[in-house]
């Protein structure tokens, strides 16, 4: 029987240094794509997704992520007083139901391997889904519940995944690819970053994921793998043969905000989507050549 999947873990404990200044007092995923913060977006997806349980794996200095999930009675008492009904309304996605968001410390950068092995007691022996905020997705349905529609037909891992030009492959971790329908791939092996001459395909993996708990053995031993770091990519590696394993090309697209040229494509993409801002985009746009 496939268990149902209702946890997300959401790894936040970066230092976002290719954002500095900005970043030296505000979290990254606290940044804005036009008014929402990352975090919303990717709270958001996962929300759409029957997603009901969320672990931010933060660091010091974060506090503020929980904190724009909770009620801010000043705030809200103020703009009722003033009948701002329509910022009222606003503020409503920014609440989680009592009780359903957890914070767990990353004490040390060590990777993103070792940011999932954190939140270990929050997964306990659930199936869970990864959301980096860095990655945010412009698709008509949810990418993560793309993912979790796989997952409740084949039980397993599933990941997001794309094509990538070959000499970009080092960037990223890389599927070894059995059956292939043109969707779903049968995952046979997984490489992180590998050089562009040794890469099996150049199917790679985005920040979406659907595990089982069975990943949280190989990174319990915290070993080191690319960079010095825990790789997600290389316990998950282990699991290949004990689970069942598939990439699934999402549909939609795909925005690197952990760039900065990817951020400000998403602000771009993502207002030219909203109706009241879209002419005027439009229009500004004419104005840069």
């Known amino acids: 029987m496939i268990k149902p999947l209702k946890k997300a873990v959401l790894p936040v404990a970066g230092l976002g240094t290719r954002f500095l200044p900005a970043t030296k007092c505000v979290p990254k995923e606290m940044l804005t794509v036009v008014d929402r913060p990352l975090i919303q977006y990717a709270i958001d997806e996962a929300r759409e997704a029957g997603i009901e349980e969320f672990c931010l794996?933060?660091?010091?200095?974060?506090d503020s992520l929980i904190d724009y999930f909770d009620i801010s009675y000043e705030l809200e008492d103020t703009l009722k007083a003033r009948k701002k009904t329509s910022a009222l309304k606003a503020l409503e996605a920014t609440r989680v139901i009592p009780g359903t968001m957890l914070s767990v410390r990353q004490q040390e950068p060590l990777g993103?391997?070792?940011?999932?092995?954190?939140?270990?007691?929050?997964?306990?022996?659930?199936?869970?889904a990864i959301l980096l905020p860095d990655d945010v997705v412009q698709s008509k349905k949810s990418c993560i519940g793309q993912l979790v529609e796989v997952y409740n037909k084949t039980g397993g891992n599933v990941l997001a995944v794309t094509e990538v030009p070959r000499e970009q492959t080092?960037?990223?971790?890389?599927?070894?690819?059995?059956?292939?329908?043109?969707k779903t791939v049968e995952?046979?092996?997984?490489?992180?970053k590998p050089d562009p001459k040794d890469a099996p395909s150049t199917l790679s993996v985005i920040g979406r994921y659907v595990l089982t708990a069975d990943v949280l053995k190989h990174l319990a031993k915290l070993e080191k793998g690319a960079g010095g770091e825990v790789q997600l990519t290389d316990a998950m590696a282990k699991t290949i043969g004990h689970v069942p394993f598939h990439g699934y090309r999402y549909e939609g697209k795909r925005f690197d905000c952990g760039s900065k040229i990817g951020f400000l494509e998403a602000q771009i993409a993502f207002a030219l989507e909203r109706e009241e801002l879209a002419p005027g985009v439009r229009e500004f746009l004419t104005k840069y050549k």
Do not use: M, Q
Request: overall charge negative.
């Open 112 to 128: 993103l391997g070792h940011a999932i092995w954190c939140a270990r007691e929050f997964i306990g022996n659930d199936p869970f």
């Open 57 to 62: 794996v933060s660091s010091r200095g974060k």
């Open 187 to 192: 995952v046979k092996g997984l490489v992180e």
């Open 170 to 182: 080092g960037s990223y971790g890389i599927l070894d690819v059995g059956k292939d329908d043109g």
